[in-house]
């Protein structure tokens, strides 16, 4: 399947054991079709919540021990039961997803957190209940991975957001960095735009890495994609400072080149 839709969620590649394939496919087809009601098409707002409302009522189904008539719910109830999966993860999933449509800026990065515990948060947690590996200490790693993974995936598309009118750059930061948001309009990267984004490209990588343990304590496969996606994050931080931080002009992206790398990296990360 491919990943550019749903960037944080790592769908079930060959890296993966093939019995976790399709609760993995199952989930994902739940957290797309529910991304694309709140981003894709011109449906009224209005319209936009009481369809996400309507997967509410779903996971309702679901939790009370019904059988959905939908094939996505069927599949994703069937999951759900196989792997004692909790749906209050997909709710939080479902409530990043009505935020989407109703909040465009964040105050502080406080309020960023919160959306990523809702928005990214949740796929970290789903995966570890998939492998029973739940465990206080690796949900905790996983939360820092994901929640470093989603502002890592803002930074890069400042100017995408922009043209949706969404800007996930804390306004406390951009008024502490003196940036006001007719710069991003106008695709301005100065010297202040270069501290900021320094700065926020500094405190994602300071996540990720405090949260890269738990891709060597995890085991075989699973480590191994945990391990790669890591280094994703970490390559594509290098490449916009590569750029100088001007991802108006220059989005990173990840070549064979840089695939190559992360390989390499991932098979000596450190413990």
Known sequence: MPVEHYENFPVASLLLPRHLREPIEA????????????????????????QLNDYRNELNTIDSGGMPTAPMFARLA?????????????????????????KSRYAD????????????????RLLLHLYKRATPEN???????????????????????????????PQSDLQSFGIKEKQIAEGRSD?????????????????????APL????????????????????????????VDYDVFRHRPTLGKTDWLRMLWRAAFMKA
């Open 27 to 50: 989930i994902y087809a739940f957290a797309r079709s529910a991304d694309d009601i709140a981003d894709e098409g011109d449906a009224a707002p209005l319209v936009r919540l009481a």
């Open 78 to 102: 069937r999951s759900v039961r196989a792997h004692a999966l909790p749906t209050i993860l997909l709710r939080d999933l479902l409530d990043a997803f009505s935020q989407d449509v109703v």
């Open 109 to 124: 990065f406080a309020e960023l957190r919160e959306y990523s515990r809702l928005s990214a948060d949740p796929v970290g």
């Open 139 to 169: 949900l905790s790693r996983s939360d820092d991975i994901c929640s470093a993974l989603q502002y890592i995936n803002f930074w890069q598309d400042v100017a995408i957001d922009w043209k949706k009118d969404r800007v996930y750059i």
């Open 191 to 211: 010297q202040h735009w270069r501290n900021l984004m320094h700065y926020q490209v500094d405190r994602a990588r300071r996540i990720l890495l405090r949260g």
């Open 215 to 242: 891709a060597r304590a995890l085991p075989g496969r699973i480590g191994w994609e945990l391990r790669l996606v890591v280094q994703g994050g970490l390559r594509t931080l290098e490449k916009i400072e590569a």
